[in-house]
């Protein structure tokens, strides 16, 4: 098993910059690919990036493409999220999830941290 935490979430400003890290434990070695979601109240859980684990290949949702820049440090089995130009509607639930080698989903998820954005 994997296990995730996340920190870094908090209050900022619109405009502002928050960076969220993703800590792993447990069987780090079958994780293929993670990646950050987030869920805003009343909406569903929506992707915003994702990493892959060896190579360092990203993928971004349109709406965080050029504020949002995801990475990874494998040495420390850290996840980071560095978010600049925030906005009201990055207002959400952000969680981190791992997607083991040979699976089409994420199975791993940790449990989540709050990010507002006021304006």
């Known amino acids: 098993q994997v296990q995730l935490v996340e920190s870094g979430g908090g209050l900022v400003q619109a405009g502002g910059s928050l960076r969220l890290s993703c800590a792993a434990s447990?069987?780090?070695?079958?994780?293929?690919?993670m990646a950050w979601f987030r869920q805003a109240p009343g909406k569903e859980r929506e992707f915003v990036a994702s990493?892959?684990?060896?190579?360092?290949?990203?993928s971004y949702a349109d709406s965080v493409k050029g504020r949002f820049t995801i990475s990874r440090d494998n040495a420390k089995n850290t996840l980071v999220l560095q978010m600049n130009s925030l906005k009201p509607e990055d207002t959400a639930v952000y969680s981190c999830?791992?997607?083991?080698?040979?699976?089409?989903?994420?199975?791993?998820w940790g449990q989540g941290t709050q990010v507002t954005v006021s304006s």
């Open positions: 999830a791992g997607r083991p080698a040979g699976s089409v989903n994420y199975r791993y």
């Open positions: 447990g069987r780090t070695f079958s994780i293929y690919a």
């Open positions: 990493i892959n684990w060896s190579g360092g290949s990203t």
